[in-house]
Each structure stands twice: as structure tokens, then as C-alpha cells.
Nanobody
Framework: VQLVESGGGLVQAGGSLRLSCAASGSIFSINAMSWYRQAPGKQRELVAT???????QYVDSVKGRFTISRDNAKNTVYLQMNSLKPEDTAVYYC??????????????WGQGTQVTVSS
């Protein structure tokens, strides 16, 4: 199983980016899918989570600006980021709980994608 992120880049403050993360491989089911980020010198933090049935959670600092969504048919999770701020600069990682078989669940990480917001 692999998680592959795309969509990062350089954007000016106030701009928007859309991150995508596609899961591939031998997949039976996917439960929660999440986005984390890690800024230089800081701990990795949870940004947003979406359950299989669409329950959403966000860290307070991105509420009203970021939107997480998923396409279960494509095994893909998205993060729409609007009104970006320089403090959103970080490497963004995709994370998911994936079953390769009905009783074989594991947690997977993507390789990360850089988001840089200039002031």
C-alpha cells in the first residue's frame, strides 16, 4: 500500500492550494484519512481528519480556511487550503488507516509535499 501526495508548491499569502493524496495497492477498506503538517523546528501536528462516513475534524488554526474531503471510489483524500498564511508553511503529510484484508489494519503515511506561503 502506498499513499502519494501531490499539489504542494509556493503561493503568496491569501492564495489557495489543493492537496491530493491517493492510496494504491492491495486495499480492502480505508477508515480515517488525515492531513498532518510539520514546520521546521516544530512537531508534526494534525491538521484535519475525515472518517469513512464523512465526519470532519480540524485544528483550530485552519477552521474556516481549509476543507478536507474524500472520494472513496478513488481512495483519495483532498485538502483545499484557502486564505493561506505564512504560518501555514510546512511539509504536509497524508495519513490513513487501511485494511489490506478484513482483519489486517495498519496506519500508513505519505512521503510529504512542501507548502510554502510567502508574505
Amino acid at each position: 500500500v502506498q499513499l502519494v501526495e501531490s499539489g504542494g508548491g509556493l503561493v503568496q499569502a491569501g492564495g489557495s492550494l489543493r492537496l491530493s493524496c491517493a492510496a494504491s495497492g492491495s486495499i480492502f477498506s480505508i477508515n480515517a484519512m488525515s492531513w498532518y503538517r510539520q514546520a521546521p523546528g516544530k512537531q508534526r501536528e494534525l491538521v484535519a481528519t475525515i472518517s469513512r462516513i464523512g465526519t470532519l475534524q480540524y485544528v483550530d488554526s485552519v477552521k474556516g480556511r481549509f476543507t478536507i474531503s474524500r472520494d472513496n471510489a478513488k481512495n483519495t483524500v483532498y485538502l483545499q487550503m484557502n486564505s493561506l498564511k505564512p504560518e501555514d508553511t510546512a511539509v504536509y503529510y497524508c495519513n490513513a488507516d487501511i485494511a489490506r484484508r478484513p482483519t489486517l489494519w495498519a496506519n500508513y503515511w505519505g512521503q510529504g509535499t512542501q507548502v510554502t506561503v510567502s508574505s
